[in-house]
Structures are given as C-alpha cells and as structure tokens.
C-alpha cells in the first residue's frame, strides 16, 4: 500500500495500482473527535477525588482508573443492554425534582458535615416520592448514605430513603439503598447469607433495581437501618442496636472509651444502656478469669462464636476497632450480641486467605483468650464448612444469585469494584463471566482452607514421672485435642490445668503477628495470633490414654517432638472458666421464708415440692435460668405470697435451660416487678425464651406496680384452666410466643385479659370479663384462633391491629361496650387489624357492635352484627371460610 499527500488529500494506492482519495478533513476529524473523547474522560475523572489524590501518590493505579475507566465505557456502549420491562428483583422508583441529585452532590461537596442531614449539611434531606413491591406511591426524603465518597458518585450514589409515617407500605420508614463494593453485589450478599443460616439478627440486604424519574440507575443493595423495624423483621423482641464507627469527623473518638461515641437506635432503655455502658469497661481491662466470666454476663458468647464463624468462613475483616460495629440487645434476654454491619469480603480477590485468628478490635482481644470460646467457635466453623458454608452451598448459593440479577446487571452501566485503599474501579458488563468465576473459585477453595485449619490436631507426649505412671501431653496445633482413657472416659489433668477432662487445648501467643493482606491493589497489615504450646499432666500412663481431633473426631497419633516456641500465651486455664453449676435445689413442704432473692443458675434444677408456701420478704425475687418444677397438687397447692405488707419482687425464668418447666396448681399474688442480669422482668410472674413450659391449674391474684401480672415472651407456651383475677392492668401478656391457652378465666383485668403481640396462638374455652380496656388484644402481627370463649362487660370485647390475624368460631361477645374494633396503631405494619367472626354471637353492646377502621378488613361468617361502625368495604359477609383463613388455621392449629 503506497500513501501519499496531494494537495490536502490522502492518495492511497494498492498493488494492483488502484487508487482510493481520501480527503484530509476525515482525518481532522477523526483526530478532533479522539482529542474531544480524550478531554471528555479527563473532565469526567478529574471530578473524582480519589483519581486526584490517586493521580499524586500513586500515578500508576491513577492512570489505570484513567484507562479502565475509558475501556469500560467503550465497552459497555457495544455489550449493555436495555433495561428489562420486568425483573425477579424487586423494582423501586424515586421520583425527585429536577436537578435533585445534582444538587445533593454540591451539598455533599460544600455541605459542613457537623450538620450531616440538616440544611447546609453535606448530606440534607430532598423532597421525593417512593415506589416499591407495594406499589404504593409513597412520600419520602431522601439523602446520601455511606460516611465514605465512594458511595457519593453521582452517577450511581448509595441513598437513604426515609418514608413519610402516614405512607408506609412495608413497614420500613428508612430504606437503605447501597451500591455494592464489587461488580455483581455478591461479596456483601455472602456473609449476610450466612449469618441469617446461623440465625444471627442482620441487615436483611438483598438486591434490588432502583429506577431515578425512570432513568435506570442500576442494582443495588436494599437493606434496614437499625431499629425496631429490623427487630421485628428478625423475629425478635424491639430492642437497643449501638452502632460503632469512629472514621472521618469522628477519627478522633475512642470507640471503647465510652457509650458516647457510638450511635444508639430503637430503644434508648436505660437498662441496656448500662449493660453496655458495662461491656465497653470490661473491655478496656486485662483479658482474665474475672473478667473473662464478667464478659459471659454481658455478651451474648454463643452468638458471638457464630458471627466469628461466618465472618471468618466468608473473610471479612472489615469490622475492626474503628467501624463497622454493631450490637444488639433486648431486655427479655439481657445480652449483647453481634450484627454484622457492612461486612465487605475483600478476600474474595486477594492473593491468600486471611488467617483465622485474626485480632483486630478489643472484643477478640478477650475472647480469643478463653480456650472454651475459641473450640466452640471452631465447632460451629466445622459444622458450617459441612452445611451452608460447603463449597457446593455456597457455589449454588453464587450461582443463584447470579442468575436473579444477571439481566438486570446487563443493564447497569456503571458496575465498579471498590477495594482497600482506593476508589471503585469500573468494570466492564462484559467481564461479568470473570467477576463470577473468580467468587466461584473462591467459594471453592476457602471451605477447603478453613478444612485444613481445623484438621491442624497435633501434640507430642513423654512420661511425667519415673514410673510413667502420668504422662505430658504438649498440645500445639490449632485445634484441641480430646483424650480418653480405656474406659473411654475423660481423665484428671493438673498443674497448668485442674480437674477431670476429655478436652486439651492448644495455647494461644500473647504477641499479635502481622499478615499483609493484599486483596488487589493495596495492602492491609492485620495483626493475627499464632499457635503456642500448652502442657498437661495426665493422671495416666500412655499405653491407657487414646487421642482424638475434637472437631473431626479422627483418631490422631502424637508427633515426635514439640516445636521450640518461645512465645508468651494469653490462653487462660480452662478449669476457672467453667461455671455451670450443677445440682437440684429443692423447696419444702411447709412455709419457707426468703429474706433475700433465691438465683437458680444455668444447670441447676429448682423443684418446689407440694404444699409449700413461699413467704417474700420486700424486694426478694426468685430468679432461675434453669428447669423449674412447681407441681403442686389440688389438695396441697404451692403458694408465693408477700411475707410481710410491703412489696415482694417476682418470679422470673428465663434461657433454653429452662425447657420442659412445668408449674401447676400454683397460687401467686402480692407480687411487682424486677431487674436481674440485664434482664427486665415486666410482670409479677415471668418466663422468657422458654423452649417449652406448662402453666395448669394455677391463679394468679392482684399484682402491684408493672404492666403485667403474667408476662410470657419468645416461648413456647400450653396455658390450661388458670385463672387471672384483679390484675393491675394487664392479666397475661403475651409476647412472640407460640402453643395453647385453654380453659382459663379473667376476672377483672385492669387493662387487657389477654394481650398478644408477634404471636402464633390458638385459645380455647377461655372467659374473660370486666377487663377495664380489651379482653383480648390482638396486636402487632400476631395470628390467633379463638373458640368457644366468652367474652362479657370489657370496653372493648376485642381489639385487633397492625397487621394481625384473629379467627374467631364459635364466640360470644355479651355486654361489651364495643364487641370488636380494628385499627392500625404503628406505622411500621402496612396495614391495621384482620378478623373473621364465624358464627359468632353478638349482644347488648352498649355503644356498638364493630367499628372497622381504614386499612383494616373483617369477615362475617354466620355472624348477624346489624350495628357496624364501618364503611362496607371494610366488612364483608362471606358464606365460606376464605383460603387465607383456612391456611390460618392450619398453621396455628398444628403448632
């Protein structure tokens, strides 16, 4: 080919001879149009500041922002598609005044951050309205989200969107829309997945589409704000979240100093208050027995094994002693525990796995020198690495993601990847194949690698004495060792370790290592702890001793030398850390008085025999977090009474220690409320987190100062032929608890007979009468089957709201001054009561029989209630049991 320039035109010449002009000005204009896409890329980035800063300290990485930014953008031009007309994700949509997000961008710029979400703060609220499953249109604010500016660019910004009370649809008043840290949403998506198989309180986030006056911003990640909503969202009784990030503005607070430097949402009880106020002191001290014991009193440790597990399994180390901490606590329970918060796995891209006793924030600090929590840790890592956190779980768990949001990924025009120490990085919708693959060979290998760890069983052994008679076994592997004797017995150890055990535990080292983790681009220094060395005494020569890997359960044989390691061991001594005590206490027959408050600790076993009479002196409670029997019989009931005019405590039990509790023919009055390990006792006679308890032929008389005079909580209950008389206010509250109430009566309850909040119940053959507001109220979520009661002369007979179901078959409303009435109370349930009357009976009502509010449905089924406060449309005669209604009853009847 033979070029050449004539007169302003290209001459292009082939071998054939062939001529082709092309004038000069095409060429200008190629030029022009690449310095014009050149300049373009350069604005774009310079409006980034992290291109800057990046573009000053580290001009490679900067250049490569510049590069893969322009390639992307190409690229996406030729592989992106149009966004999908329908999506299995959910669909949200804003829709701001003009210009909004660009001006949410200036004030993030200019904004003066001590306002935050105030006007002239750099993350103000702006005017919108809100769409999501509900399809509802709702009135909302919405701002930035995120302390970092990588979620604040303004193309694809991470929002907070706070709903108007009046207008909320699913019970979410702020949602949370985050956009992921990698290019498919998926790293963020796996520890929350398994920290939800663990059971553990999260964030719930999961992947939406979010559409901006119908512009298609791309996939996020919707989760909740802390509060009373996530709570309820969890299953769990509102309580207090504090949440922990000492970063930007707040670089200078010391997180563990004090309660003031962390955020605190839903309840601000002063109880839980102090219940922390009390883990941030035992933290700042010396990790010991004492404080080792003190720290099990305060933290919720089996929770915490489980959120270690999952944290470790999925390589988060994102959560350290600046951000990214949060906790959790409600007083029925009285414990903290972890939720995790923002957990990023970086490791996902890394070059090695992170170590797995990784040390970096206070409350590993202690932890990991209880040897009891770092093996039941393990356990629990064993367990996952062989169920949700497999490699074939987990890939399918990738796999299915994957496919729900790979359309609408397609569609995402700004898909990045954001990784320590720099800004996102863009990726291309065509490399998604290879952002998958790299998760997928991840999930393949980490399962295999935590495998190893807890495989690392190893020790060596030497006789202790002449006569080899007792022998040393110097344990310094990962995991612990469990040894038995020919009897297949655990054997007395001492010295270092007292007592009679089956378990040998590896040390600990005192001093922190460091890894360098470098996930992609920048490094990371985490300080993490080695193996040392522990030493036991045995009371049994070798020949009669065999040994075993706790966690697999293979049988291992000792090594021939121990290694020489000089490292000092921050690992306690097992035998002061277990505490449980075991034994049965018994009470009577006779009258027995307590001048001081009776505690039944974890694994002992309190009985009260027949005929016993429990005389409490002022303030004395009696508290067990083990089995309660108090059986007493109708000739010779158990009584609990004031021993003198002034006020006695109550009665709590409380823990899965208690399961199987059976009280009967127990009389109880006099009594109030009291507090006990974190945990506030609400009524005069208490049961929270109960597996199982029987509650028959009891009475429950007048109670003084509290709510309630029964109060049962996340439990499984069976009430049968108990009566509640003269209550203060409430007779039996019932919260989040499943099971029966048969047979029993309410004479006289203050405020509600019987009251229900998140619960799954059937109740039958029940009375309630004179009850100063409901005989039953049915509240927040709560789904009940009501037949063949009685309910007369109560203000309101029944009273059912926020999204609670009530079935009522067979009933008979007498005398009330309003039968039933529905409404919706709290904003946080997107609609007011549901009932159904099936051949109910109706009569003398002194004001009216229904009153139906907005938002709230009730069916007649055979049911003749001629006065209704309510529009038509609210009530609604039926001639056959509607199919929610059947599905009701299957569900609760079953339980």
């Known amino acids: 080919m033979n070029i050449r320039i004539v007169n302003s035109q290209i001459w292009l010449t082939d071998r054939n001879l062939r001529t ?52 992307s953008s190409a690229s996406n031009l030729l592989y992106g598609e149009f966004p999908a007309t329908g999506s299995p994700l959910a669909t949200l949509e804003l829709f701001v005044p003009r210009n909004t997000l660009s001006e949410m961008h200036r004030a993030n710029v200019t904004g003066d951050p001590k306002l935050g979400h105030d006007p002239g703060g750099d993350s103000p609220y702006f005017s919108a309205y809100y769409r999501d499953e509900s399809q509802r249109l709702q009135k909302s604010k919405i701002s930035y989200r995120g302390a970092m500016h990588y979620h604040h660019w303004p193309e694809k910004p991470s929002l907070r969107v706070k709903i108007k009370k009046d207008d909320i649809a699913l019970g979410q008043r702020y949602v949370e829309l985050t956009r992921p840290k990698d290019a498919l949403g998926i790293r963020h998506q796996i520890p929350e997945y398994l920290a939800r198989e663990l ?106 094994a489980k959120y270690s597990a999952a944290m470790i399994l999925s390589g988060c180390v994102h959560t350290d002693h600046k951000h990214n901490q949060m906790f959790y606590i409600c007083s029925n329970q009285g414990l903290l525990e972890p939720v995790p918060w923002d957990p990023t796995c970086y490791e996902i891209v890394g070059r090695e796995f992170t170590p797995v006793d990784v040390v970096n924030h206070p409350v590993l600090e202690h932890l990991t020198s209880n040897p009891l929590w770092v093996h039941r840790r393990n356990q629990i890592l064993w367990e996952l690495i062989h169920q949700a956190g497999s490699t074939e779980e987990m890939q399918e768990y990738v796999q ?78 990962s995991v612990a060792i469990k040894v038995l004797n020919d009897q297949g017995r655990p054997c007395r150890v001492k010295d270092w370790e007292e007592g009679v055990t089956d378990l040998l535990y590896p040390g600990l080292s005192q001093e922190l290592s460091e890894f360098e983790f470098q996930p992609e681009h920048f490094s990371k220094t985490l300080p993490y702890l080695k193996s040392t060395p522990l030493t036991y005494r045995i009371d049994a020569p070798l020949q009669n001793l065999h040994f075993y890997n706790s966690i697999t359960g293979e049988q291992i044989e000792p090594k021939a030398n121990r290694p020489h390691v000089s490292q000092a061991c921050r690992t306690l001594p097992p035998s002061g850390l277990r505490t449980e005590t075991q034994g049965i206490i018994e009470l009577g027959p006779g009258e027995i008085t307590l001048e001081q408050t009776l505690m039944i600790e974890t694994g002992q076993q309190l009985v009260i025999h027949p005929g016993t009479t429990l005389l409490m002196g002022p303030g004395v409670s009696l508290f067990s977090k083990g089995l309660v029997l108090a059986e007493g019989t109708a000739l010779e009931p158990i009584r609990i009474r ?52 029987v509650i028959q032929n009891c009475w429950f008389g007048e109670n003084f100062i509290g709510d309630d005079c029964v109060n049962l909580a996340e439990s499984f209950i069976q009430v049968d032929d108990c009566i509640f008389e003269n209550a203060l206010s409430d007779g039996l ?64 007979g029944v ?26 109370k709290k904003w946080l349930y997107p609609r007011g009561g549901q009932g159904l009357l099936w051949d109910c009976q109706i009569r003398d009502s002194v004001y009216k029989n229904l009153d139906v509010e907005k938002q709230c449905r009730l069916y007649l089924l055979g049911t003749n209630a001629a006065d209704s406060q309510s529009t038509e449309e609210r009530i609604h005669v039926v001639e056959s049991l509607p199919e929610e209604w059947v599905e009701l009853m299957k569900k609760v009847e079953q339980k």
């Open 733 to 796: 509250d019932l919260d989040m608890c499943s099971g029966r109430v048969s047979n029993c009566q309410w004479i006289n309850s203050g405020n509600d007979g019987l009251d229900m909040m998140g619960c799954e119940l059937s109740v039958d053959h029940c009375r309630l009468s004179g009850c100063g507001d409901k005989g039953i109220s049915v509240g927040e979520g709560t789904k009940v089957v009501v037949r063949d009661c009685e309910i007369e002369r109560c203000v309101r």
């Open 20 to 71: 082709r002009i092309i004038p000069r000005k095409v060429f200008i204009f190629v030029a022009v149009f690449l310095l014009v896409m050149a300049a373009t890329f350069v604005i774009a980035l310079n409006r980034s500041t992290n291109f800057k800063w990046m573009l000053h300290h580290h001009p490679e990485e900067g250049v490569r922002l510049y590069a893969d930014t322009a390639i």
């Open 642 to 693: 004031a021993a003198t005019s002034e006020l006695w405590g109550c009665v709590g039990i409380s823990g899965q220690k208690t399961r199987n509790t059976t009280l009967k023919h127990l009389f109880v009055d006099g009594g109030s409320t009291a507090e006990c390990k974190g945990i506030l006792f609400k009524g005069m006679f208490n049961v929270y987190d109960c597996p199982h308890v």
């Open 400 to 477: 299915n993601k994957y496919d729900l949001m790979e359309r609408d990924l397609e569609a995402d025009f700004h898909l990045s990847k954001k990784t320590i120490g720099t800004d996102r990085f863009p990726v291309a919708i065509r490399k998604m194949a290879s952002e998958l693959e790299i998760i997928q060979n991840w999930a393949k290998a980490k399962p295999a690698f935590i495998g190893d760890y807890l495989n690392d069983c190893q020790f060596s052994v030497e006789p202790a004495n002449a006569d080899h008679s007792e022998t040393l076994v110097h344990v310094f592997g």
């Open 799 to 824: 009273e059912s709201k926020d999204n609670s179901q009530a079935l009522f078959k067979s009933t008979t409303f007498a005398g009330n001054q309003t039968a039933y009435h529905s409404y919706r």
């Open 199 to 304: 059971q553990l309180v999260s964030t719930l986030n999961e992947p939406v589409r979010l559409f901006v006056n119908r512009k298609y911003y791309g996939v996020y990640l919707r989760s909740y704000r802390p509060g009373e909503s996530l709570a309820l969202a969890e299953g769990r009784m509102p309580g207090t979240f504090f949440k922990g990030d000492a970063i930007l503005e707040k670089d200078h607070l010391d997180l563990w100093a004090s309660p003031s430097s962390w955020d605190i949402y839903g309840e601000e009880l002063p109880l839980n208050q102090s219940q922390f106020e009390k883990f941030l002191l035992t933290l700042r001290e010396t990790p010991s027995i004492s404080t080792a014991l003190h720290l099990q009193s305060l933290l919720n440790t089996e929770r915490y």
